[in-house]
């Protein structure tokens, strides 16, 4: 058999783990090269999996507090935070060995350590350079900073740090309301600390919805959550007694200092390209540091990008598609993303989840459209779950009654966010959703009344 590769893939997070997976389940020869370690990249490592893991625990620990009570349910309750640390160190740790496994099955080479591509088709990894047909890159993305506060992850921290705090901070300081900043603000909010999130936009959740945006800012502050919004931070001091930050109106003046004990830095991350050799090979990258791809493939032959690294959402179902579609086309088969169809989970309690357009975007494209709406307080599962809270809302064209859109807050709404997203896929009418039975009693049967309303015929509101 040839040493050449057909598939060097470099990365091994959402991205690159699957790419290889679904080459090699094509019958191409392939491997994954990963630095870090352990495999899985920064979702399961220090994303996704571990954040999810930690939302969930200190979501039961609140619950326990605050709700149990009510159900009739007597329970003494103590926070034992290196007992909940060690469970999501599990889980990360079963799943990242289980990608070696899944590696095994499909006959994936694993080759450990930072590659870099010296030439077209070839990769060196520790001094040994090795050969391929096609090259993909899938190295992420890392945190991005600000000038002048330096992350040291135990009092200035990333979303890295966030994961592994070992005790609650009173005053957690959050610079940024998107998507990290609200679901590990709301982590240890729930374990204790009081939360402040400084946004520079007027907003919170940049890009969503805005009613949506507008409910989630009403129940995040009926969680005790600060906001200091249209407000950027200019500096943090280190003082005897924690940290002294420094913000300002977003378009300057009106300064005021706010203490902190921790300050979690999660205003973004970047594309992470560092010493690939990208610039001696004249793989192309916009001004943002994305490497620029036309259909995966980039400006020189043989290499193709996919993931975080390239532009489009940071988001790990994402990568996975373009993961599966570059495999795909390598293998001389039809691979292609659909990117008016990835679904996007905020996991808060309540949960937010959207897949296409906001109302903001069809008004803005000139699209004519109805809307349709249906509130959890009338849904019978929410209400015998005591999980009032939130909406569905479904957006569809005018004229054909496409489903262009759907906006969710609420219980549970991550995972009913796939039917609608199946139904785009089909290029499904709100009829469709509309006419299609749900078992009762479920919160999914919000999505139907939405869609009912849409034509104005939601029978249980
Ligand atoms: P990565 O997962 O970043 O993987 C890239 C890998 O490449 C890394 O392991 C890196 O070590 C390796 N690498 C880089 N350079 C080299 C090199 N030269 N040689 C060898 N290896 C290299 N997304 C969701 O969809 N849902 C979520 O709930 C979610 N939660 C998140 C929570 C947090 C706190 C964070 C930070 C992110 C979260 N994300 C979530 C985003 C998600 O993690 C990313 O979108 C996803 O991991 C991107 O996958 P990727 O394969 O492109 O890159
Ligand atoms: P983000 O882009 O979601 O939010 C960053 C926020 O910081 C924005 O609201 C921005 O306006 C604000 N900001 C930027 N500079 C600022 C400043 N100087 N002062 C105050 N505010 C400032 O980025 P975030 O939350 O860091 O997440 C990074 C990526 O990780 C996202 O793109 C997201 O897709 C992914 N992710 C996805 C998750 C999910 O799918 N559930 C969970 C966590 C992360």
């Not at 009081?194 to 502050?221: C, N, S």
Request: charged fraction near 25%.
């Amino acid at each position: 058999m040839s040493d050449i590769y057909d598939v060097l893939v470099i990365g091994g997070g959402p991205g690159g783990y699957n790419c290889a997976i679904r080459a090699g389940q094509l019958g191409l020869k392939v491997a994954c090269i990963e630095g870090r370690g352990t495999l899985g990249g920064t979702c399961l490592n220090v994303g996704c999996i571990p954040s999810k893991a930690l939302l969930h625990s200190s979501e039961m620990y609140e619950t326990a507090g605050k709700d149990f009570a009510g159900l009739g349910i007597k329970a003494e309750l103590e926070l034992d935070l290196p007992t909940m640390m060690g469970a999501k160190e599990k889980t990360v740790d079963a799943l990242t060995k289980g990608i070696e496994f899944l590696f095994k099955k499909n006959k994936v080479e694993y080759i450990q350590g930072f590659g870099k591509i010296t030439a077209p088709g070839t990769v060196e990894v520790d001094g040994k350079a090795y050969q391929a047909k096609n090259i993909v890159i899938a190295t992420g993305s890392e945190v991005a900073t600000l000038p002048g506060i330096d992350i040291d992850e135990t009092r200035i921290i990333s979303s890295t740090g966030a994961l592994s705090l070992s005790e609650v901070p009173g005053k957690l300081l959050v610079i940024g309301a998107g998507v990290i900043g609200l679901e590990l603000g709301s982590v240890w909010r729930r374990l204790g600390s009081e939360v402040t999130v400084v946004e520079y936009l007027p907003h919170i959740l940049p890009g969503m919805d805005g009613e949506i945006q507008k409910q989630a800012t009403r129940m995040f502050k009926k969680q005790k959550v600060k906001f200091e919004l249209d407000r950027k931070v200019t500096g943090v001091t280190k003082t005897a007694s924690g940290l002294n930050v420094t913000t300002e109106a977003a378009a300057g003046g009106k300064p005021k200092d706010i203490a902190a004990d921790v300050v979690l830095v999660a205003i973004g991350r970047r594309p992470f390209t560092d010493k690939l050799g990208l610039d001696t090979l004249g793989v192309a990258t916009d001004k943002r540091g994305f490497v620029a791809t036309d259909h995966f493939k980039t400006n020189v032959g043989g290499i193709w990008a996919i993931g975080d690294c390239t532009t489009g959402p940071m988001l790990a179902h994402k990568a996975e598609e373009e993961a599966v579609a570059v495999a795909e086309l390598i293998a001389g088969k039809a691979g292609h993303v659909n990117y008016d169809v990835i679904p996007g989970v905020i996991y808060t309690n309540p949960e937010i989840a959207c897949v296409g357009q906001t109302e903001e975007e069809l008004k803005e494209a000139g699209i004519p459209y109805k809307s349709g709406k249906f509130p959890f307080m009338a849904n019978s599962r929410a209400r015998a779950n005591h999980e009032t809270d939130g909406f569905v809302k479904i957006l569809a064209h005018a004229e054909t009654d496409e489903i262009l859109g759907a906006h969710m807050i609420g219980k549970g709404v991550s995972e009913m966010i796939a039917e609608v997203a199946l139904a785009m896929e089909f290029k499904a009418a709100s009829e469709d959703i509309a006419r299609t039975c749900h078992a009762h009693p479920t919160c999914s049967e919000a999505v139907r009344q939405a869609a009912m309303d849409v034509e104005k015929w939601a029978m249980q509101m």
